[in-house]
């Protein structure tokens, strides 16, 4: 079973946790918790917009301050926040919750970390042609191929935020793990693309979990986890090789989980919630789900999967959805993301006296509820 801190161990700071048994999708005392820090984040974006108009107005371009602003409120919020969850609270913890002026600055870093994350997804949709994103268009529709520089816009806005709240030692170990990632998930998403050969036909034969799960862990792990989880310890002036240590090893495991998720989402998320269309089998895409049904297949179901997996053909798309149903993929993944939790729940008690375990909790927290069970 899935164990939690609770508000109360939290607040008194001890290493003990309350049993939670992960099936159950009442979201927890942590989870609401991180539920209302997304409602003042929100409410507090407005003032990031401002500081970055600024910055846009001394440029003295006539026009493009009023673009800036309409381009960060399309594309920065309305997002999970699971990074901006987890370095806000993690700023907040590590940095003490009564220091002078640590909400604010955990704020703007937060939302730095939601910059990046709006950037990857910008050029996503326009890699792979999506054209809706969190239930409306996506941003290139209504920009058209300008939306490229859009995408270095704001990114770039994330550099700028992260410079104006953070100095020194902590700013420079932080811009440098922000950029580091950045270059690993560019890596990772470029590895991910390329999983269609000379003929645009999906490389099946290729689809492993050796070649899967280091995509996971640059598209996922570092970014999605590592690098907030990271950032709440710079920003604290935690240096120690051994928490971060610690951060890294948790993030390959979170990043995994996570990444796997989605995979699970495109086929089985509901379509409102999703806020956009299904496009892993159309694409040919290297998953979780493909990888373990390929494995899991007879001949004669491995064959089909072959023959129908990575066509824009809704006919096709069926056939593979049918051969997941005779194999059962959904309790498959349901069983796996079960014992993948409870794993990553040993490794928080293992590395409780590195790094304080709430800091790996709201990670973990953040994504539990990501899935419908």
Known sequence: ????????????????????????????????????????MNDYFPEVVAQMKRLGDACQLVGETTWLEKMLYYTVP??????????????????????PGIKEKAMNIAWSLEML??????????????????????????????????????????????GLHC?????????RHYTEIMFQISMGQNQDNHCRDSEGLAKTNEFTMEKYVPICQHKSGGYSFYLPMATALNVSGIFDKAAHDAALDLSKDLGLLYQVQDDYLDIYGVLKKMGKVRSDIRNGKC??????????????????????????????????MEVFAEMKMKEVFLRWEKSMMDAIEKKIHKYSDVVRPELF?????????HVNR
């Not at 939690?4 to 918790?33: D, H, Q, W, Y």
């Not at 609270?89 to 220091?99: H, M, P, R, S, Y």
């Open 1 to 40: 079973m899935l164990r939690l801190f609770t508000a109360a161990a939290a607040a008194t700071g001890s290493r003990t946790m309350t049993i939670s048994p992960c099936s159950r999708l009442a979201p927890s005392a942590v989870r609401r918790e991180q539920i209302e820090t997304v409602r003042r």
């Open 78 to 99: 309305g997002g999970k926040m699971t990074r901006a969850i987890i370095a806000y609270n993690g700023i907040v913890l590590l940095g003490g919750k009564d220091t």
């Open 117 to 162: 994350q709006a950037a990857i997804i910008a050029a996503d949709d326009i890699s792979d042609a999506t054209n809706t994103r969190r239930g409306r268009d996506a941003w290139h529709t209504i920009a058209g191929r300008d939306a490229v520089f859009d995408v270095m816009l704001v990114e770039n806005c994330a550099y700028c935020l992260l």
């Open 167 to 175: 100095e020194g030692e902590p700013y420079v170990r932080t811009l």
């Open 287 to 320: 998953t979780w789900l493909i990888i373990e049904a390929l494995n899991r297949a007879n001949d004669e179901q491995r064959r089909r999967l072959k023959e129908n997996y990575g066509y824009d053909d809704e006919k096709k798309i069926a056939n593979v």
């Open 361 to 369: 909790i709201h990670a973990l927290e953040a994504i539990k509820y």
